[in-house]
């Protein structure tokens, strides 16, 4: 088989560029893919009762490029939902993000919101040098913030204390001073209108995009012709684990149908203390379905399964950083993606990465 370009990754990172060398370029192109199903983690379907699922566990859109927003309009309508989480503690139900009415309902006090920032700021230890997660909660919210809502639960995620965790891990969450509850405060939200494997059907349409499905790369690669590689699996595995395998931290995702239209007050409840678990979703209120039954699913992280996470700790990092130089070296091969980078991505920080990158590389 001969191929011009060659995209090896089926997932957000993949779909998109593999689209743009189709419809930009009007090449054709071979996506190879490990899995049975396009879309990677992002991957949704329909159960047997007909109520839509993410079968990796819950994913929000969310953004503040208005280009990435744009250019998946091309391929799906929104339902526009806003993104609410709340927190099991203490046997209450507390918004997260921290904000106003976290701070009152935990502290049992009733500031307002311009008296929040000056309660914080006196429990907070704002002198402390930041050397890792615990330091990040403990400068912003203080001590008791910190072991009611994040110190047992990033154990339970990462099987590490925030304390041996990169500052960047908790970093990203934020703590507001006032009102809005809102988990994501972006411009632009929502879910895609028929779910995110219709999306990336969409996106694969057009006739010039030929996938290879349930296929390991490195069992066909030797028989396919290509100017183009672009990688967007797991770098060690692209060299043979060489240094040795990066670490990744992986999530068992069960799911239970309830026989009710509702189980829970929010799409997302967090379990930062008390269980094995660290959250429960609610699907119909993320996809805001109507159905008598509703679907539920536990999160359990683990060591083994699909890799979800990069594990961000210093030797993690150097690790990858030796395989990315040996990358470097690679011709014609480009690296994209979480699992090609190392890297975390949300959704529209995968797509702006791809779409620059076929801008900047491919076109």
Same mark, same amino acid.
């Given at each position: 088989?001969?191929?011009?370009?060659?995209?090896?990754?089926?997932?957000?990172?993949?779909?998109?560029?593999?689209?743009?060398?189709?419809?930009?370029?009007?090449?054709?192109?071979?996506?190879?893919?490990?899995?049975?199903?396009?879309?990677?983690?992002?991957?949704?379907?329909?159960?047997?009762?007909?109520?839509?699922?993410?079968?990796?566990?819950?994913?929000?859109?969310?953004?503040?490029?208005?280009?990435?927003?744009?250019?998946?309009?091309?391929?799906?309508?929104?339902?526009?939902?806003?993104?609410?989480?709340?927190?099991?503690?203490?046997?209450?139900?507390?918004?997260?993000?921290?904000?106003?009415?976290?701070?009152?309902?935990?502290?049992?006090?009733?500031?307002?919101?311009?008296?929040?920032?000056?309660?914080?700021?006196?429990?907070?230890?704002?002198?402390?040098?930041?050397?890792?997660?615990?330091?990040?909660?403990?400068?912003?919210?203080?001590?008791?913030?910190?072991? /009611?809502?994040?110190?047992? !639960?990033?154990?339970?995620?990462?099987?590490? $204390? %925030?304390?041996?965790? *990169?500052?960047?891990? @908790?970093?990203?969450?934020?703590?507001?001073?006032?009102?809005?509850?809102?988990?994501?405060?972006?411009?632009?939200?929502?879910?895609?209108?028929?779910?995110?494997?219709?999306?990336?059907?969409?996106?694969?349409?057009?006739?010039?995009?030929?996938?290879?499905?349930?296929?390991?790369?490195?069992?066909?690669?030797?028989?396919?012709?290509?100017?183009?590689?672009?990688?967007?699996?797991?770098?060690?595995?692209?060299?043979?684990?060489?240094?040795?395998?990066?670490?990744?931290?992986?999530?068992?995702?069960?799911?239970?149908? /309830?026989?009710?239209?509702? !189980?829970?007050?929010?799409?997302?409840?967090? $379990? %930062?203390?008390?269980? *094995?678990?660290?959250? @429960?979703?609610?699907?119909?209120?993320?996809?805001?379905?109507?159905?008598?039954?509703?679907?539920?699913?536990?999160?359990?992280?683990?060591?083994?399964?699909?890799?979800?996470?990069?594990?961000?700790?210093?030797?993690?990092?150097?690790?990858?950083?030796?395989?990315?130089?040996?990358?470097?070296?690679?011709?014609?091969?480009?690296?994209?993606?979480?699992?090609?980078?190392?890297?975390?991505?949300?959704?529209?920080?995968?797509?702006?990465?791809?779409?620059?990158?076929?801008?900047?590389?491919?076109?």
């Amino acid at each position: 088989m001969h191929f011009k370009y060659v995209v090896v990754g089926a997932g957000i990172s993949g779909l998109t560029i593999a689209e743009r060398i189709a419809n930009v370029l009007g090449e054709k192109v071979l996506v190879i893919e490990k899995r049975k199903h396009i879309g990677g983690n992002c991957y949704d379907y329909y159960d047997n009762d007909g109520i839509l699922i993410h079968k990796y566990g819950p994913h929000i859109f969310h953004t503040e490029y208005k280009n990435v927003f744009d250019y998946l309009c091309k391929f799906t309508d929104w339902n526009n939902y806003q993104h609410r989480v709340l927190s099991y503690v203490d046997g209450n139900l507390l918004p997260m993000p921290i904000c106003a009415r976290t701070i009152n309902m935990l502290y049992n006090l009733n500031l307002s919101t311009s008296e929040v920032k000056g309660f914080l700021e006196s429990v907070a230890d704002s002198e402390r040098e930041i050397k890792n997660s615990e330091d990040v909660v403990i400068s912003k919210a203080g001590e008791y913030i910190y072991e /009611k809502f994040f110190r047992h !639960y990033t154990k339970t995620q990462w099987d590490m $204390y %925030p304390s041996e965790l *990169d500052p960047s891990v @908790i970093s990203r969450i934020p703590v507001r001073y006032n009102t809005d509850e809102r988990y994501f405060t972006d411009k632009y939200q929502g879910m895609p209108a028929f779910g995110y494997s219709k999306m990336f059907d969409n996106m694969a349409g057009g006739g010039n995009i030929k996938f290879l499905m349930g296929t390991d790369y490195k069992e066909i690669i030797a028989d396919i012709e290509c100017e183009h590689l672009i990688y967007t699996g797991p770098i060690d595995y692209y060299f043979n684990n060489e240094f040795g395998a990066l670490k990744y931290r992986s999530i068992d995702v069960v799911f239970e149908t /309830k026989d009710e239209s509702e !189980y829970q007050s929010a799409a997302v409840i967090n $379990y %930062p203390n008390d269980y *094995d678990f660290t959250r @429960i979703t609610e699907y119909k209120k993320l996809t805001v379905q109507k159905h008598t039954k509703t679907v539920i699913s536990k999160e359990y992280p683990a060591w083994d399964g699909e890799p979800y996470y990069p594990v961000p700790i210093e030797a993690q990092k150097t690790l990858y950083d030796k395989y990315k130089k040996k990358a470097e070296s690679e011709k014609n091969t480009v690296f994209a993606g979480r699992l090609a980078e190392y890297k975390y991505y949300n959704m529209d920080a995968a797509v702006y990465a791809a779409l620059n990158l076929f801008e900047s590389r491919i076109k």
